[in-house]
Nanobody, 126 residues
Framework: VQLVESGGGLVQSGGSLRLSCAAS????????IGWFRQAPGKEREGVAV????????YYAESVRGRFTISRDTVMHTVTLQMNNLKPEDTAIYFC????????????????????WGQGTQVSVSS
């Protein structure tokens, strides 16, 4: 599955952004989708995950209560609503999916995912 992210940009601290993840030629509706980010000089880290089938969600402690991952089955996207953004949220954000549809995942490890989008830049100014 080919994934495409959108919605990144520049925002002031305390602001909000909504990222979307869509599949080219397919649909994300039946896939577990993870959002990950990588800041300059840092390792990639898991941000939020929505599992397939049960739609259970998982969050990194650093974003819990500020970010929300959800499915939009009308638009066939998975969105990451990011509120109360902080400068430390600045990174390239990627969405990812496993090869197999309806894979149930637990947690925010990147180990489940073989398919990655190109990423979208999120920059938060102080």
């Amino acid at each position: 599955v080919q994934l495409v992210e959108s919605g990144g940009g520049l925002v002031q601290s305390g602001g909000s952004l909504r990222l979307s993840c869509a599949a080219s030629g397919s649909t994300v509706d039946v896939y577990a989708i993870g959002w990950f980010r990588q800041a300059p000089g840092k390792e990639r880290e898991g941000v939020a995950v929505i599992s397939a089938g049960d739609d259970n969600t998982y969050y990194a402690e650093s974003v819990r209560g500020r970010f929300t991952i959800s499915r939009d089955t009308v638009m066939h996207t998975v969105t990451l609503q990011m509120n109360n953004l902080k400068p430390e949220d600045t990174a390239i954000y990627f969405c990812a999916a496993p090869d197999i549809p309806l894979t149930r995942v637990v947690g925010i490890s990147a180990g489940h995912y073989e398919n990655w989008g190109q990423g979208t830049q999120v920059s938060v100014s102080s």
